[in-house]
């Protein structure tokens, strides 16, 4: 194999290379894999000045409804019509994109923001001038694009910030009618506020770690002076431990210095050199040559070792290694050692683990051997969770095992994090909202819901931003008043609001991605899951905007993680414990057939699943499997004692230059003679300090020519570097020291650079110590310098005999057959079925078993009465039976009503009803239960089809019901019961409904709207269609009074269709129906005021004098004093009507400072409308051409017209005084005003 291809193929580990595509299947196009890759690989971001990148974001305008009314067909053919005409647009220089979905891009290497604006408006008039053909029907579809442009450097600096202002102006296009394009740099932050509030947290800085972040910032300080250093982050779950390294990791990343962020994995089961692993990948990737350099350096030896950690280098030297497995552990340990440091090229390091209580002990025996020797300088900081859980083996995790043991050697610092105070809050909010205004006690309430957990603090404002309770008026942040109760009491509470938000499909996928862990390739989720791509990036896309998991894309797949180990908790916890089960069985057999490819790590994460599921044979096999493996590769105990040290096969000897061999002589007898020395004379005399440092100088004048001195001696020969010394006078000096090296029964002695004072002290100390009498160990001389820390010096000890394996029996590798996992088909059940009672009828299991063929018999004969006996003795005393026989029960119930010809189905239907009613609200078994409420929805929906829509809603209601009881006792089945509640309703079904709510007929009206109010939460999207779609006002009502009454995800669902996904018509009929559900809507009415469709406007302030709120007047006010005149005058004519305070200063400001005749018009007559005395010199201004008031300025007839009738309608003996004088006024209609106050 290529070392390239290595690089890759590790990269790859993880992930699902069928699924890594770079083109979308339906359109031809590069897909969003391909635009995330390039972003990465490919833009230079640091030289965007002089090679911009525009992006071109757009949606095929109501593209929901030509899949709802011409089919998915139709649907497929309009997406590939895009694709053909954004690659005609695009042209050789622009690359278009199928993002998802109706989502495309046109990606502009090069292009400047003007140029790629062109572009966006030929598409809109290619759109508008080529109808889409369709191919069924013979007919042309007209269509539109929305378009948002963004560029980059000038909107954005990196790829993640040009998709989301791309995606900002994009949204504000939709928002504004659609059939546009939108610049994102006429973006006004009040457009696009609400989601410029997520970005805000999604980005926000961590508060109240100042203390923390000063210690890092000091070890860091030593760190660059040539000091290794380790820190620890403690603290507990959801505490901000991965934002804290985030946070250290974004700091480091500015300094020149290789950078490695890895996470420890739980399903690695502490597999040995699994981190390292993964160091070695990410250095491997910083390398301009991918480490080819490295790889070519090594010996095939080295290969060889590496290969046990890196399986996918079998086939690069193909060596196998002769030896003891002892001897392989400890020449892996010693390849990394010298491996890693060379792909640093002997630069310092920066290390940051995320989850160390999952890393393994070799590589965190490794990182301490690292720092030891001295090759590299080491920052090594990673969090822990308190308290720390158990390994496998149920003892203590490595890390603490590590820490116990070498904290004091390593000076390893300790960092907890500590709750957030109400303080840190503030300023927490304070930063993300500038001069925020919130209700009294805010700061105070949410310290003490969070607990300062800094996790569930994120969620709650996450939440408020949601449900715009944090909104922008004007300029100025608002928290809104908060209902009673509104806030969640736990972080389970909130997150499983989010899960219920998601669609049934969403909910199946996130249930799949909490089974793989804390995080997931979407690769491995599109492949374990069987779903197009497509569909499962949407989910990826609307969970992270809901919050509960972060995607980041890198080499080629999007990984995604859960935005915290407690939201991953709540979320596995969530799902049915048979479902978990069901899950991790289906994942291990996905990833057995990657295993057996070489695309998994190990077996660790096989045994992992298996060990979770219900096929605990195949997690027999594969824990044989990894202890094998991992036995080979590493012991503990070994470990704690290697030098990392490199056999001399593996560390080759290069012959010394030419200028050094005269001075081998010097340092042979510089080190005899230190060694003497300190024999005959008394420790810390001159003749040993002196004969040191003239054995240092000498060996330092050798080493500043060479990387190392290796003085060995074979068969009583003198070999230096690898060469047999000359005779001569080299002879004497070479006899003498190869008999000074047996006596020391070493075979050599090896220098190299940057050995210190300290250590060859230490060395000449042991030397002169040594004893030679007895039989001593061999591995004697590794011990000691292990023992002193020794890098730059090492002692080669004679072997007598082959070294055997040590630290125990070597671990039996397992047959291959063992090796391979069985195939399981299934898993047989054995159980002793109950001895019948002895009864004059048939036994109760015979009965069962024929139930299904007589009921079906009976209902043909019109023998309802018999059924009513059967289904009653069926039913009877139920609970008392055993929880089999119950499921038995309720499974041929289904199976006697899926049997029956649909005329019979609700006849049965109706006699079934109440034994399942009645077993829902008493049976516990979670199973059993989710069976019942299957059961009874599609016996609902099959009532429906009958217009029997009064024992239809009663089925509803009463599983509505059940749920919220369930819910108040937190009880785990709530979740399942939620999940089939809000299943969609058969579009056959939903179209008989809507039918009969259309029909005009009171009834049939009545009886409809009964059943959408009982049917929950999964009716919203049919109602909020309604009300969009439907012509006849009085339906419209109808739906939103139901809406109203299905709470806070509806009022949510009607206020996003009001602002995001409609045409005029639809926002239309919204706005006249909306205030029945919601009467909090400034920031709906904000947008709607806005419109530049005339009637949308109309429709927003007939809302706004509908809604008379004290909330709305201020943005009223804001509007009247708009430049947009249409905009300011029907505000001020809102104004009039509403009266609110401080309108008449407002409004005579507007007059004052106006020229245009309309709005001064408007302006007069609410100020009559209003008829407050203030008004009466403004208005007055306008009329007296002399006298007391000043004229400012002169108006024509209508204005002047209009400001006497506002004058007339004020109750203050000075409008007399104004008028009378006017009373043979040019104007007649002012004359006729002036003339009925003469009168008086």
Not at 463 to 468: G, H, P, S, T, Y
Not at 936 to 953: H, V
Request: glycine share 6%.
């Amino acid at each position: 194999m290529q070392y390239a291809e290595l690089l890759s193929s590790l990269q790859n580990l993880g992930k699902d290379p069928s699924r890594l595509i770079f083109e979308d299947e339906l359109t031809g196009l590069p897909n969003r894999r391909f635009l995330l890759n390039y972003m990465e690989q490919k833009v230079e971001w640091d030289a965007l000045e002089e090679r911009p990148l525009s992006l071109l974001m757009m949606d095929l305008d109501h593209f929901k409804q030509i899949n709802d009314t011409h089919g998915h067909l139709c649907g497929d053919q309009a997406l590939a019509h895009v694709a053909r005409l954004l690659k005609e647009v695009a042209g050789g220089e622009g690359v278009p994109i199928r993002y998802g979905g109706d989502e495309f891009m046109v990606l502009m290497p090069g292009w400047q923001k003007q140029s790629a604006l062109k572009v966006g408006e030929d598409l809109l008039q290619r759109a508008r001038a080529e109808p889409l053909h369709l191919e069924e029907g013979a007919q042309d579809l007209p269509y539109t694009f929305s378009i948002g442009v963004a560029s980059a450097p000038e909107d954005a600096k990196d790829g993640r910030g040009l998709i989301q202002k791309a995606d900002a102006a994009l949204y504000l296009a939709k928002q504004s009618g659609r059939d546009r394009l939108a610049n994102a740099a006429d973006l006004a932050f009040q457009d696009v506020f609400g989601r410029a509030a997520l970005h805000y947290l999604d980005n926000a800085n961590i508060v109240g770690r100042r203390g923390q972040l000063t210690q890092v910032a000091d070890s860091f300080e030593k760190f660059r002076q040539g000091q290794s250093q380790v820190l620890i982050v403690e603290g507990a779950a959801g505490i901000g431990k991965t934002t804290f390294l985030d946070s250290i990791r974004r700091t480091l990343a500015k300094n020149e210095v290789p950078l490695a962020k890895l996470n420890g994995i739980h399903k690695e089961r502490f597999r040995p050199y699994y981190l390292a692993t993964n160091l070695v990948v990410a250095l491997l990737n910083q390398q301009p040559d991918k480490g080819a350099g490295v790889f070519d350096s090594l010996s095939s030896k080295e290969i060889a070792y590496l290969a046990h950690i890196l399986p996918q280098l079998d086939g690069s030297e193909g060596r196998q290694l002769e030896e003891d497995e002892a001897t392989q552990r400890e020449g892996i340990f010693s390849t990394l050692i010298h491996f890693i440091p060379k792909l640093l090229d002997f630069r310092p390091v920066i290390v940051l683990i995320d989850d160390l209580q999952f890393a393994d002990e070799a590589t965190l025996l490794l990182l301490r051997r690292m720092m030891l020797g001295g090759k590299t300088t080491l920052f090594f900081c990673g969090t822990t969770t308190e308290p720390l859980p158990l390994s496998v083996d149920a003892q203590a995790v490595p890390i603490q095992r590590f820490y116990s043991a070498y904290h004091q050697e390593l000076g390893i610092g300790k960092i907890m994090l500590q709750p957030l105070t109400g303080p840190d809050i503030g300023s927490h909010l304070r930063g993300l909202f500038p001069q925020v205004s919130v209700p009294e006690g805010f700061e105070e309430n949410l310290a003490e819901i969070s607990q300062g957990d800094p996790l569930f603090l994120g969620e709650i404002l996450r939440k408020l931003v949601m449900d715009q309770k944090i909104v922008l008026t004007g300029q100025r942040w608002i928290v809104r008043p908060l209902e009673e109760g509104y806030l969640p009491k736990s972080l389970e509470e909130i997150i499983s609001q989010r899960i219920s938000a998601l669609d049934e499909e969403s909910r199946q996928l996130l249930a799949q991605a909490s089974t793989f862990g804390e995080d997931v390739s979407l690769s491995f989720l599109t492949g374990s899951s069987e779903e197009k791509e497509t569909k499962v990036e949407e989910f990826v896309d609307k969970a992270v905007e809901l919050g509960l998991i972060s995607s980041d894309f890198q080499h080629n797949d999007e990984t995604i993680r859960f935005l915290g180990k407690r939201v991953l908790e709540i979320t596995y916890g969530g799902i049915q414990e048979g479902q978990k089960q069901a899950l991790h069985e289906r994942i291990g057999n996905y990833q057995e057939t990657l295993y057996k490819q070489h695309l998994l790590p190990s077996a660790s994460h096989l045994a992992y699943h298996f060990k979770r599921s219900a096929n605990q044979e195949k997690a027999s096999t594969y824990e044989k499997l990894e202890a094998a493996s991992n036995a080979k590769v590493f012991n503990d105990q070994e470990a704690v004692s290697y030098s990392g040290d490199l056999p001399d096969e593996i560390e080759p000897d290069i012959p010394l230059d030419p200028i050094s061999v005269p001075h081998i002589p010097v340092v042979i007898r510089g080190l005899v003679t230190a060694v003497r020395n300190i024999q005959l004379y008394p420790p810390g005399s001159k003749s040993i300090a002196d004969a040191n440092l003239k054995l240092m100088e000498a060996i330092r004048l050798i080493l500043t020519k060479n990387e190392r001195l290796n003085l060995v001696q074979e068969e009583d020969v003198l070999l230096v570097n690898g060469e047999r010394a000359v005779v001569g006078v080299y002879k004497s000096v070479a006899e003498v020291f190869v008999g000074f090296l047996n006596s020391l029964e070493l075979m050599g002695i090896v220098f190299r650079r940057g050995i210190t004072e300290q250590e060859l002290e230490a060395v000449l100390g042991g030397l002169v110590r040594f004893n030679p009498s007895g039989t001593i160990d061999q591995r004697f001389w590794e011990h000691f310098c292990s023992q002193q820390n020794l890098v730059n010096i090492r002692l080669k000890q004679v072997r007598y005999t082959q070294r055997g394996a040590r630290g125990g029996v070597p671990a039996q590798a397992l047959p291959r057959k063992q090796m391979e996992p069985p195939s399981v088909d299934s898993v047989k059940e054995s159980m002793e079925a109950e001895q019948p009672e002895q009864d004059t009828e048939e036994p109760f299991e015979t009965f069962l078993e024929a139930m299904p063929g007589r009921v079906d018999d009976l209902l043909l004969r019109g023998d309802t009465g018999v059924v009513q006996q059967m289904v009653t003795r069926t039913f009877h005393d139920l609970q008392k039976r055993d929880p089999m026989v119950r499921e038995q029960v309720v499974n041929v119930s289904r199976t006697a009503l899926e049997q029956l010809p649909l005329g019979f189905k609700q006849d049965f239907t109706k006699l079934i009803t109440d034994p399942l009613l009645l077993e829902l609200e008493q049976e516990t078994d979670s199973k059993i239960f989710g069976v019942i409420a299957v059961n009874l929805r599609t016996m609902a929906e099959s009532l429906i089809r009958f217009s029997e829509y009064l024992p239809a809603s009663r089925i509803f209601f009463q599983l509505s019901r059940r749920h919220e009881n369930l819910e108040e006792t937190k009880d785990a089945r709530a979740q399942k019961l939620a999940k089939i509640l809000d299943g969609k309703l058969d579009p056959q079904i939903q179209k008989l409904v809507m039918d009969d709510l259309r029909s005009g007929d009171p009834t049939r009206q009545q009886n409809a709207a009964k059943l959408l109010g009982s049917i929950g939460r999964s009716a919203i999207p049919l109602l909020v269609d309604t009300v969009k779609q439907e012509k006849q006002l009085r339906v419209r009502q109808i739906a939103a009074g139901l809406l109203a009454e299905l709470g806070a995800k509806a009022v949510r669902a009607l206020k996003s269709a009001l602002v995001l996904e409609i045409s005029p018509e639809e926002r239309f009929r919204i706005l006249e129906v909306i205030d029945t559900v919601s009467q909090a809507l400034e920031t709906e009415l904000a947008f709607a005021i806005s419109d530049k469709n005339a009637v949308i406007r109309q429709a927003a302030f007939r809302l706004a004098e509908r809604l008379d709120d004290k909330a709305v007047a201020p943005l009223l006010m804001e509007f009247a004093a708009s430049f947009d005149s249409a905009v300011a005058i029907g505000a001020i004519k809102c104004l009039g009507k509403l009266k609110p305070e401080g309108a008449t200063e407002l409004l005579v400001s507007v007059l004052t400072s106006t020229k245009e005749t309309e709005k001064a018009v408007a302006c007069c007559q609410a100020l009559g409308q209003i008829a407050d005395p203030n008004s009466i010199e403004s208005l007055a201004k306008i009329l007296v051409q002399k006298g007391w008031f000043l004229v400012t300025k002169r108006w024509n007839g209508e204005v002047r017209g209009t400001a006497a009738y506002a004058l007339r309608q004020i109750s203050d003996p000075r409008v007399a005084k104004v008028l009378k004088p006017l009373a043979n006024d040019r104007d007649p209609r002012v004359k006729q005003i002036a003339r009925t106050f003469v009168k008086r």
